[in-house]
């Protein structure tokens, strides 16, 4: 079975810090990774995405996350926060090849950002 | 694009009443939806797998006769709230699948129970 921890149920940074919101995974199988966010009272908005190929993933509006499997981590940067990228993250897991693509999301991380 | 719709967006509804959630894929057909159900501050609990043309699949602990779902068509599904009583309120989020594991959120229902 497939799980997800993310450290740090808040980050605070100020605007254009550095963002980093780690995630953790256990997977007997090569994963499928995703983080998403979701702002207040939305559903969820899928900012990238690892299936196969390359472990560095870009997406949207400045994320990127490094698929680290000796780690099994999938970390979310973004080198300069905006008072925009305010809401909550999560990070979520599929075990395609196990047959589910059905993911397992984290708790969440709520980052703040500062003026 | 992959647009997935919820309506309503917001319900109250008084004790005892049903109410009913539908979902959109609008410029997709999705074989497979899903129903989520978010607690503040939480992260989403998946209730279940809906597919056309199918019964649902329920996950562990959550009641099938009191969470209904019909997958009538490859664009709609439905969730009815049977008998909702407080505790049923919450927020809750479908999500349809395109296309192997693409998973595309709609935005949500927010359900007061009063």
């Known amino acids: 079975a497939q799980s997800v921890t993310q450290l740090g149920s808040h980050v605070s940074v100020s605007e254009g810090a550095l963002v980093l919101l780690r995630c953790n995974y256990s997977s007997s199988v090569p994963p499928y990774l995703f983080w998403y966010v979701q702002y207040p009272n939305q559903g969820l908005q899928l900012l990238l995405k690892y299936t196969t190929g390359a472990t560095l993933v870009k997406g949207i509006n400045g994320f990127e996350a490094e698929f680290k499997k000796s780690e099994t981590s999938f970390h979310l940067t973004k080198p300069s926060a905006h008072m925009s990228d305010a809401a909550e993250y999560f990070c979520?897991?599929?075990?395609?090849?196990?047959?589910?693509?059905?993911?397992?999301f984290g708790r969440g991380t709520s980052l703040i950002v500062h003026p | 694009g992959a647009v997935v719709s919820q309506h309503p967006s917001r319900v109250i509804c008084k004790s005892g009443t049903s109410v009913k959630i539908e979902c959109r894929s609008l410029d997709f057909q999705a074989t497979t939806m899903f129903w989520y159900r978010q607690f503040p501050k939480q992260s989403l609990m998946l209730m279940a797998t809906s597919n056309e043309g199918s019964k649902a699949t329920y996950e562990q602990g959550v009641e099938k006769d009191k969470f209904l779902i019909n997958h009538a068509s490859l664009t709609l599904s439905t969730l009815t709230v049977t008998s909702a009583h407080p505790e049923d309120s919450s927020f809750y989020i479908c999500?349809?699948?395109?296309?192997?594991?693409?998973?595309?959120f709609g935005p949500g229902t927010r359900l007061t129970v009063t």
């Open positions: 979520a897991v599929s075990d395609p090849f196990g047959g589910s693509y059905i993911p397992t």
């Open positions: 999500s349809a699948q395109k296309q192997g594991y693409e998973q595309y």
